[in-house]
């Protein structure tokens, strides 16, 4: 087939032109690495959690090496690094989720406001620490006990829908999507759109009134509309609790985060604030992997 | 306002032959091979008899039941007599059936539901899930004469005799709706977990782990979130479920008596009918057609059209439900 010439291309000429598209140099994150672009958080620094020596290993598989990390209040905390580095892991021994995967071990200890998470009843851990995953998901209910599911008692449908309004419309515009869904509180969540649920799963988290809320990927199933809503909520949010959140996107991490960690093959590399492990970056890793040379 | 400038056609020796589209060579056409061929006529050949057959077997026994179907037979009880004309209606079958239909799913559904909820959210220790699943296929593949026999031997046991009649010398009989819905719900079973334990398995796993991350424990979001997303899927399993018990034959004459008329064993309202014998629109065509007892074959015609409609209107219900279910969630 290499013999075969290509057909003579016609080339239609508007009387304007529209300007070719140069696509942007930093692509998918990886790159040279903007200004900070908002204000840092005053460091106030009251430490919310902390880990002390954590590890965490699948059956033989060493996924977090002796972590020791803290999560102060009013900040936003990036975990960044490759896939596979452990920050997701690492994430969700915060809350204790890890127990659900058989095969897990664990030690070093987590601390929230100086009690060990192990002795902490886990129903009480997560109402303090709360969660959102990399892809929405609404439980097959309405808008309304999507948000006062968790502020009931296990699985019981108390207390009723006119005790819990005001709680579940200040859920609502805490997550700046109490506008978009006041006229339409019995409709079921799974028809919102995919930016909508992501919001409905942040009030989720927040109506039972969390110090720390966990994002992991909060926008990789997302548009970047739906994103920069998110990204702007993160920013807001973090004078209420201290946010942790997980992301693959380092100009996201850049964006809303106020310090930053960068993890690699399960350790440490490098935790400081954002500016530093952006602008002047200490470790060899870092530079190379917030320069965009790996990732 | 456009122009379109024609660029110079490519300087220097054309390399090979003229470029032509694969889809314009003749040779594609011919490229289908004879054994192919062959193969797609017999698809198709294949799928129209299957249209034939269905088609058949509608318009049989639509014209065979339009014939004979008519408010008397549908409301009248039947009566023992040769003669088709004076042979009465079956309104009886049919209670017969809805009864039998209700009670053996109203057994099997919560039954198969906890089954595949265990199968799928808990299942240790692993041998004993497994145990569990291979029992569920035994069952299902049991022809149901099997079940029947088997049935009228454990329910004729003393321990059973509340659920049927007993003899005057302390024989239990052993036939009534209860132990024929029991037996019947067994059949219904493992369509019921199959289609649940789909739906439960369709669910992402971190639609479980934004659950537990509310601090909620695996009971609440089994009932909360679990058996809700999983409506549809145990909606068609029940509604499969139901069309096997409707059109059973083997437990209707073996373990409900297959009886002309409902025989209440006592004067209970609802529950002395249970515990007493009756028949359903499958027995009342065995039995009037040409080998059964009654011989009546406009009779059984219009009994099978009937019968022919409930289980197409089951499947009707099975479509619309899974017609509604669409991928809520992204793995």
Redesign the interface.
């Known amino acids: 087939m290499d013999?075969?010439?290509?057909?003579?291309?016609?080339?239609?000429?508007?009387?304007n032109m529209p300007e070719p598209v140069v696509p942007p140099a930093a692509t998918n994150g990886h790159g040279p690495v903007p200004e900070v672009v908002h204000e840092p958080a005053a460091r106030n620094a009251v430490e919310r959690m902390r880990t002390e020596d954590l590890s965490i290993a699948y059956g033989q598989k060493l996924a977090v090496n002796r972590v020791s990390i803290e999560v102060c209040a009013g900040e936003v905390l990036a975990l960044i690094g490759p896939s596979g580095c452990g920050k997701t892991t690492l994430l969700r021994s915060l809350?204790r989720?890890i127990d659900?995967t058989p095969t897990v071990a664990r030690s070093g200890r987590i601390l929230l406001d100086g009690d060990d998470a192990d002795f902490l009843d886990?129903?009480?851990?997560?109402?303090k620490v709360?969660?959102v995953?990399?892809?929405?998901?609404p439980?097959?209910?309405s808008i309304f006990d999507n948000i006062a599911?968790?502020l009931r008692e296990?699985?019981s449908k108390r207390p009723g829908r006119k005790e819990l309004e005001p709680r579940v419309a200040e859920a609502l515009q805490r997550a700046g999507l109490w506008e978009e869904v006041k006229d339409n509180l019995s409709g079921p969540a799974?028809r919102l759109s995919g930016g909508q649920q992501q919001r409905l799963?942040i009030a989720?988290?927040l109506a039972?009134n969390p110090e720390v809320l966990l994002l992991d990927e909060p926008c990789s199933?997302l548009d970047p509309i739906s994103t920069a809503v998110i990204e702007e909520l993160i920013l807001r949010l973090r004078t209420q609790v201290a946010i942790v959140i997980v992301t693959h996107n380092l100009q996201q991490a850049q964006r809303v985060g106020d310090r930053v960690a960068f993890m690699y093959l399960g350790d440490l590399v490098e935790y400081g604030a954002a500016a530093q492990v952006f602008g002047a970056p200490q470790a060899m890793r870092t530079r190379e992997y917030v320069s965009g040379a790996f990732g | 306002m456009s122009t379109v400038a024609e660029l110079p056609p490519p300087s220097g020796p054309p390399a090979g032959p003229p470029a032509t589209a694969f889809a314009e060579d003749p040779a594609f056409e011919t490229a289908w091979r004879t054994r192919d061929r062959i193969g797609v006529a017999a698809s198709w050949f294949c799928g129209l008899a299957l249209i034939a057959v269905a088609a058949a077997i509608l318009i049989y026994m639509l014209i065979q039941g339009i014939k004979f179907v008519n408010l008397d037979v549908l409301t009248e009880h039947p009566k023992s007599s040769l003669d088709q004309s004076k042979s009465g209606g079956f309104l009886d079958p049919i209670i017969g059936t809805f009864m039998l239909t209700v009670l053996g799913i109203a057994i099997a559904a919560p039954v198969g539901v906890g089954i595949a909820v265990w199968l799928t959210e808990y299942g240790r220790p692993a041998p004993l899930a497994r145990a569990v699943e291979s029992g569920i296929e035994i069952v299902a593949g049991t022809p149901s004469i099997v079940l029947a026999i088997f049935g009228l031997l454990v329910f004729s046991q003393g321990l059973f005799s509340a659920l049927s009649f007993t003899a005057e010398g302390g024989a239990v009989f052993g036939r009534s709706f209860f132990t024929a819905g029991a037996m019947m719900s067994v059949i219904a079973l493992p369509l019921v977990v199959g289609a649940t334990r789909e739906a439960l398995l369709a669910i992402p796993v971190h639609v479980r782990e934004a659950s537990y991350a509310l601090g909620k424990d695996k009971a609440a979001t089994i009932r909360r979130v679990l058996l809700p997303a999983a409506r549809s899927g145990i909606g068609t399993g029940a509604s499969l479920g139901m069309g096997r018990i409707a059109g059973d034959t083997a437990i209707v004459v073996i373990l409900l008596g297959a009886s002309l008329r409902l025989e209440a064993e006592n004067d209970v309202p609802i529950l002395g009918n249970l515990r007493g014998t009756g028949s359903t629109l499958t027995s009342y065509v065995y039995n009037n057609s040409p080998v059964g007892e009654g011989n009546a074959p406009e009779k059984a015609y219009a009994a099978a059209f009937v019968l022919l409609l409930v289980v197409i209107a089951l499947n009707f219900a099975i479509d619309l439900i899974s017609r509604r279910r669409k991928t809520a969630w992204t793995t």
């Open positions: 013999d075969l010439t290509p057909p003579p291309v016609r080339r239609i000429i508007l009387d809350n989720l659900q886990v129903t009480l851990l997560r109402r709360g969660m995953f990399q892809q929405p998901n439980f097959p209910m599911y968790g296990r699985g799974l799963c989720r988290s039972v199933a």
